[in-house]
């Protein structure tokens, strides 16, 4: 049997596909490819070390990719098992930077694009003397100027800032403070302008017993007297009116 450093990967795969389905050893040669090319799939992730993603992360998708390159191989090509494992997990790891690293989801055009610039904006520039227009930026990318200035945005959502992170000003303050928060009297505006359509629903009698008892402070007896009722008529109005509005107020 070869061993894992030293075998070669396309024998193991031929042995392996030779095999019944349901053979115990497919499964064990299967891991030994794996192992066999995990340090190719470590370099080749390395590649994209320092772009805002953790090697770490970059190793494992690089081995998530390397796994599909083995399941995906088809031995009877007579191809070396590296020209279709190379392509296969530089694209996965291609595939995590476009779908999963960025902050907020930007259409692949935009990414692309975007990645773009800051080659033809080198270049122009040195031709030139100077740093390019946007016009001739979007001119030699053969793309319009709203397009670039579209791309060029969703760079700076590739990673967002943390709340956390301070100010780059002396006093140090951090960036969620400036952050703006609803005011509340906008919700305490609703309740009152609901409360008041509310109160001019209810019977002009019960309106009135309301106002003397919340406004005017008075107590249910001083209120029967006004009112012409006895104190526990007005209070069976009180309890029903507020209920009304109590109910209403949840709607």
């Not at 031929?14 to 891991?31: F, G, H, I, M, Y």
């Not at 997990?89 to 990645?115: C, K, M, N, S, Y």
């Not at 590739?158 to 009297?185: F, K, M, T, W």
């Amino acid at each position: 049997m070869l061993s894992p450093a030293t075998g070669d990967s396309e024998q193991l795969l031929r042995r392996r596909a030779a095999l019944n389905v349901e053979d115990p050893d497919r499964a064990r040669l299967r891991t030994q490819v794996i192992e066999a090319n995990l340090p190719m799939a470590g370099r080749l992730a390395r590649r994209y070390a320092g772009r805002g993603e953790s090697y770490d992360d970059l190793a494992q998708v690089g081995a998530l990719g390397l796994i599909k390159a083995v399941d995906g191989f088809d031995s009877s090509r007579g191809v070396p098992f590296a020209s279709y494992a190379v392509p296969t997990i530089l694209g996965g790891i291609r595939r995590h930077f476009r779908d999963t690293a960025w902050a907020i989801r930007v259409p692949r055009a935009a990414q692309e694009l975007g990645a773009r610039v800051p080659e033809a904006r080198g270049r122009l520039a040195q031709r030139r003397g100077r740093q390019p227009t946007d016009r001739e930026l979007a001119d030699d990318l053969e793309v319009t100027v709203a397009q670039l200035v579209a791309a060029v945005a969703a760079l700076d959502v590739y990673r967002l800032e943390s709340l956390n992170e301070p100010l780059p000003r002396a006093d140090g303050g951090e960036r969620h403070v400036r952050i703006g928060a609803a005011d509340p009297g906008f919700a305490a505006m609703d309740d009152h302008l609901t409360l008041r359509l509310l109160l001019a629903a209810l019977p002009a009698r019960e309106r009135q017993i309301l106002i003397f008892r919340f406004y005017g402070d008075l107590t249910q007896a001083q209120i029967a007297t006004r009112v012409g009722l006895s104190q526990m008529h007005v209070s069976r109005l009180l309890r029903r009116s507020l209920a009304q509005l109590r109910a209403g107020m949840l709607r």
